[in-house]
């Protein structure tokens, strides 16, 4: 929410791949950075997750799904796939969302 697609990105594992129905599939967090500067730059921001389901699969990733909405859209995040990293941080593996409103 801060505005800032580097940052976004950085939460990514490098090979992430992010499933955005209708935009399309983005592998890597390059594209990934890409696809948020761009929505970012058309004005959408604060974006926040509505009733979110956190489901642990093991104890290094969890599975998260949950509604969202933002300033200019809505929808459902389907599956978000967060593996814990050597350094003790989070990152996403996977991101399945889509805009419904």
Not at 41 to 49: L, P, Q, R, T
Not at 79 to 100: I, S
Request: charged share 25%; glycine share 8%.
């Amino acid at each position: 929410n801060s505005g800032d697609a580097a940052t976004c990105a950085f939460h990514y594992e490098h090979n992430a791949v992010m499933n955005a129905k209708p935009f399309g599939v983005f592998t890597g967090t390059e594209a990934i950075e890409e696809f948020w500067q761009t929505l970012i730059s058309d004005g959408f921001k604060n974006v926040e997750y509505i009733k979110p389901i956190i489901d642990v699969i093991d104890e290094h990733s969890a599975i998260l799904s949950s509604g969202w909405k933002m300033n200019k859209a809505s929808g459902v995040i389907t599956r978000e796939l967060w593996v814990l990293q050597p350094d003790g941080t989070a990152k996403l593996r996977e991101d399945n969302f889509e805009v419904q409103g």
